[in-house]
């Protein structure tokens, strides 16, 4: 049993890995300002968890919370990229300057770290699948910050020992997604419409690619990755290493909700990638982690 904070631990993915930790006997703390979580998600460890309400941009709060700490989980962040493009100065604050704050935090209190990193990072170089040693080449605010929060922690490592693994993930999918934004997670959109009964839109022809990975598998490479940490803070993808199109992914969506809904076809999205796919050679081989769930059992969990 250890203690761990995990920043936005009121999140969608922040909020099942605590679930996770809890249930495993851990002492969690969480640093969450909300800005995107709910204090919802984190109901059912009600009085299990240490819940401070607060930024990551309050380096005193993360050395405080972080005291005692065996490992922190950073995941705290302006998730959106559109957000990071429409206000790059908060986004930079957020995802760079404060992952700062957080390797300070758990330097002091000689913690490992856990990064959660992006897909982004490789931008969108048509080289498939995508290898943890191919250039880096981010398009967006956000996949710079994620990547500049990558090399500060290997940069830690070789400094001053800091041991840290970071997660790139590919597309994270499963309950508590939150569908309001236009940019949500397509899965999350497609459920909501169709719960809603509206159609659904897919963007563009729909023979796009993704490698969508469920959220409880992120959760277990997570803790993977705490495991593997070292000052050596080597970067891995985290995907299921199998794409789906978005018409088959629509397929997959209808079939695990029962029912069918109409689908239209619009134009492309402006910046999309066409195709994505994970190398998960390297998770494997070196953090003993795959993806357990497959689509349609993802599906048939995120639909309850
Ligand atoms: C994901 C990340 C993004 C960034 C990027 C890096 C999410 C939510 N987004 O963008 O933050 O890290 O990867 O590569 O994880 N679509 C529709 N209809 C809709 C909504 C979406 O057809 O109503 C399409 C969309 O045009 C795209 C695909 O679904 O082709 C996936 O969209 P997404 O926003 O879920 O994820 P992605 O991979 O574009």
């Known amino acids: 049993m250890a203690k761990y904070l995990v920043t936005g631990g009121a999140g969608f993915i922040g909020s099942h890995l605590t679930d996770r930790l809890v249930a ?4 969690v703390v969480v640093v969450d300002d909300l800005s995107s979580g709910y204090r919802e998600n984190l109901r059912q460890v009600d009085g299990k968890v240490q819940f401070v309400k607060g930024s990551i941009e309050d380096a005193a709060l993360l050395a405080e919370n972080a005291r005692g700490c065996a490992g922190l989980f950073h995941l705290a962040a302006v998730v959106s990229v559109q957000d990071s493009i429409h206000d790059p100065i908060r986004a930079e604050r957020v ?3 404060s992952t700062l704050h957080v390797l300070e935090a758990a330097r002091q209190a000689g913690a490992a770290v856990v990064l959660s990193s992006s897909a982004a990072v490789y931008g969108d170089d048509p080289a498939l699948p995508k290898t943890e040693g191919m250039p880096t080449e981010p398009i967006s605010p956000y996949g710079e910050q994620k990547l500049h929060g990558e090399r500060l922690l290997a940069i ?10 970071a997660l790139r993930y590919f597309n994270v999918y499963g309950p508590r997604q939150d569908p309001k934004s236009p ?16 159609g659904i839109t897919i963007f563009g022809d729909g023979e796009q690619t993704r490698d969508f990975v469920y ?5 277990a490479a997570n803790l993977a ?8 803070a080597k970067s891995y993808n985290i ?14 969506v209808q079939s695990a909700l029962g ?10 999205r402006t910046g999309d990638i066409r195709f994505s796919s994970a190398s998960v050679e390297r998770a494997q081989l070196e953090l003993g982690w795959q993806a357990a769930v497959r689509l349609d059992q993802g599906l048939t969990q995120t639909v309850g």
């Open 24 to 27: 495993d006997g851990h002492d």
């Open 95 to 97: 995802n760079a300057l």
């Open 156 to 165: 830690y490592g070789r400094l001053h020992g800091l041991r840290g693994t």
């Open 183 to 198: 940019y949500s997670g397509v899965i999350s959109i497609f459920i909501d419409r169709c719960r809603r009964g509206d």
């Open 215 to 219: 959220v409880a598998d992120v959760v």
């Open 225 to 232: 990755a705490m495991n593997a940490a070292t000052a050596d």
């Open 239 to 252: 995907g299921t290493g199998r794409s789906v199109s978005l018409n088959h992914l629509v397929e997959a």
């Open 259 to 268: 029912s069918s809904v109409a689908v239209s076809y619009g134009e492309a």
